[in-house]
């Protein structure tokens, strides 16, 4: 992709003629996407056992689509629960958290960005940003309840016979409400057994779990205060039942930018890689 | 954006030496630290010298002129925590979702009942669950004493009655642990001494304010135990606060520009890496809310001055729960550090499940979200595993932000 199409002219006039990759290994999926020769590359795989080696992969495969080599590389910025682990003795590296990462990856993706919802798989969390620099201003985070998050969803799904892309899809199709009494993890699960056993069907089950998990998050963003524009990232922001229930109880529409905001951790890392290269800190 | 580059250029100019390795004080503090160590106090127990469990907070002036040394309550979840919180949980039925202090010290006091530390003295206008706790002590042989409870919020509120009460009850003590009456001038003389470790460690904290990182927040956090109970060694604490403050004031000499972001830390911070976290992320604990440097009246009889501190401390929000010190009272001092040192934000730390902290929190962050400072309040407990990533995920975050 372009990256005048992806970041918009604005940006890119600021950023070095530099090759640089961000790199977001989360603890279900890794990310990466990289920012040179005018154009943005993103790749996707399975958070492996070895962060490093995951982030290796991802690396190479950005390399050879973007037909540039590892001496071409100006900075790597890792994030992400994986970051610990990663570091490269032939490339400048440095390690950003991903609050920032997705920060900035969120304003470089949709300047106006006020507000992030990110919901990864094990948490998550709210951001504010500073539209005019992507900087966060507040941040909150939902680290001890599963309720929402992509593992909980994953097991659901698992339940109700879905794959994870299907459980949102299809969560689309219901046409009777149902309450989900419990906001905890343990006791959703056997609510879900249990109303299957009734004979509910799994769209309407599926719809329901969405909007338990989406009110869990909502009381979370409204400790923080809710800017419009929002928009919603982290590896469950694919998921349409989630986006529709969270939209619906927070009562503004979502902005979706360019790029699939799966991105958005790896992209704002690749960012701040050229900001750091930028700075002379190669 | 300006977090990581700031971060990185720190990383170059961080020369000076910033542990125990490379300053003669902080590896005397280490070995002092390590010197005051249940096994070693036990061993002293064991020889003959009179110990107690507790007493090494305001009134550690009357215990040490007893012949007798204060062993803090945190030794108990010193080692060994996650056993003494099953026992706890299994034998005591006390709730999992309890503060881990708790339980890490009855499990602990449950299963060392057969030791030869017995004595236990605690202070009734504290944490309210200790007093619970210190009940189920009673029943595997320990001998309690509680100093009985008195209060003041506020300065105004401090009776000559309470303060008769409460001497009369230090007095009480004095007999509990010596068998005849206390001898009041070697509680003045006690007194004289902590005074002037207490006037040594005032000193230190302010010229740490400007090196925040040469004393890093773990040896901090023992400074201020040591105010407390001065390691059971008062001497040599004294020579390991000389030794710093040289230290701290020959970096003053040749000042450097600062490199770090000032913060304030309000509490103690359970878990050792986290200080860590805000360390390495670039952040420096300029000012810290936890015990005070207040000093106590020379001028009054001993045992009255005493109970003064502790009034006075409770009136001003200094020891806290330990003190019982109202809620409202600790986002005071904090705001004053935070005015003092020029922090940028606030790092507000409490122990999961416990009552009186978690209200404090609420309390400080409506404060300082009203004031626009940024507060990140942190929950941690008292064992010594890492914490989790997402807590220093939190802490770094924090950091960067402010960056
Ligand atoms: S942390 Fe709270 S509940 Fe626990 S011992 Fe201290 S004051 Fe009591």
Redesign the pocket.
Known sequence: MKANDVFGDDLVATLPQITTIGVDIGSRQAKAALIGGGSVHTAITASGVDSQETADRLVNRLLRQAGVTRDDLGFVVGTGYGRIALSYEDVPTTIVTEISCHAMGAHALNRGTRTIIDIGGQDAKAIRVDPENGRVIEFIMNDKCAAGTGRFLERIAELLGYTLEELGERSLESDKKIDISSQCVVFAESEVISLKAKGERPQDIAAAIHLASARRVRNLVNRLGLDPEIVFCGGVSNNLGMKQALESLVGHPFTTPKLDMVYAGAVGAAVLAQRHYQAGHA | MGEVLERSRRKTSRRRPRTAADSAGLAALQTLAESYSYANIQREAAAGQSVLWGGWSWDSPLIYACDTIPLGYDQLWYDDSRKSEAIAEDHFQVPGEF?S??KAMIGRLHSDRDNNIKRILHFGSG?E??SSVLELAKRDGYDVETLDTVTAFRTAEKRASGIAFLVSELRRIGFWLTGHPVDEERVADEIRRKNLLLTKVETLLDLRARHPLYIPGIQTKQIFMGAMHMFGNPEQFGIVLDTLIAELRALDRHPEPANYIPLVLAGSVGNQRLFQAIEESGGGIAGWVYHGTQKYDETLPPLESLAHFVLDAQARGDLG?AVGASVAYRRILVEEEVRKTGARGIISSS?IG????SLMQQLERDHFSKLGIPLIALETDVHREPPTEEQIMRVKAFVEMLS
Not at chain 2, 354 to 357: D, T
């Open positions: 503060c202090m708790i944490c669950p200790i729960e122990i416990c009552p009186y902290a």
